[in-house]
């Protein structure tokens, strides 16, 4: 089956510790996303790529880093700079970036800061 | 800056009941729009998307929407719903650098 896999599901880390979320698919995808979802404020977009070996920051980039070596993965590194990183974070693609085409989503991680 | 309103936090229903989520948005005579659903704890699905033509485009699970320019709105709509139908529901318009914003959501309660 096509589709977007995220891992962990859960994910637990200390202050002051980096953590890195994975994010996978197999659709062949030329672009991808990453989300920060918090209740009641919708989604909102961290870093994007729109092809490997590139990526751009999205609105809320700060705290954050991503590396897109392969086309099949983009994850994304929460870093000790992050001040408020307990959210649910979600991953998407595209077939390309041009923003008619429709996003595919995967499960979302949660990452909770203890 | 460009905004996508989602005016109800909540809604409840009862089941069998009609339903209406409004959404308005800011940007473009001519908008892409989306309707996405969210079951608690996973991602979001696409329920349908308007790009231009008929104004009423049907999606999955039968849901529907009406594009109205004249109100900037872009409201889902369901003749009956199903308990099934309890989720967050989330409008997204893609804006000037194609970059989808998405309202803040509407969480649809269901009732027996």
């Known amino acids: 089956d096509g589709g977007i896999t995220q891992s962990p599901k859960y994910l637990f880390r200390k202050e002051g510790q980096n953590v890195t979320l994975s994010c996978e698919q197999n659709l062949n995808h030329d672009a991808m996303y990453w989300y920060r979802q918090d209740p009641g404020q919708g989604l909102r977009l961290i870093y994007y790529s729109q092809i490997v070996n590139d990526f751009q920051k999205g609105d809320i980039a700060e705290g954050y880093s991503v590396s897109r070596e392969k086309k099949e993965s983009f994850p994304l590194t929460v870093t000790s700079a992050q001040k408020n990183p307990t959210a649910f974070y979600l991953c998407a693609s595209s077939i390309t970036s041009g923003g008619i085409n429709e996003q595919f989503f995967g499960p979302g991680t949660r990452l909770t800061v203890l | 800056a460009q905004s996508v309103t989602q005016p109800d936090i909540h809604i409840t229903v009862s089941e069998g009941a009609s339903l209406e989520l409004r959404c308005n948005y800011s940007?473009?005579?001519?908008?892409?729009l989306f309707w996405y659903v969210q079951s608690p704890g996973q991602g979001l699905q696409l329920l349908l998307k308007y790009f231009s033509g008929d104004t009423l485009v049907q999606g999955i699970k039968g849901f529907e929407a009406e594009f109205k320019r004249s109100q900037s709105s872009f409201n889902l709509r369901k003749p009956s719903v199903h308990w099934s139908d309890a989720a967050e529901y989330f409008c997204a318009e893609v804006d000037s650098s194609y970059k989808l914003i998405f309202g803040s959501g509407t969480r649809l309660l269901v009732r027996p």
């Open positions: 940007y473009g005579a001519t908008p892409y």
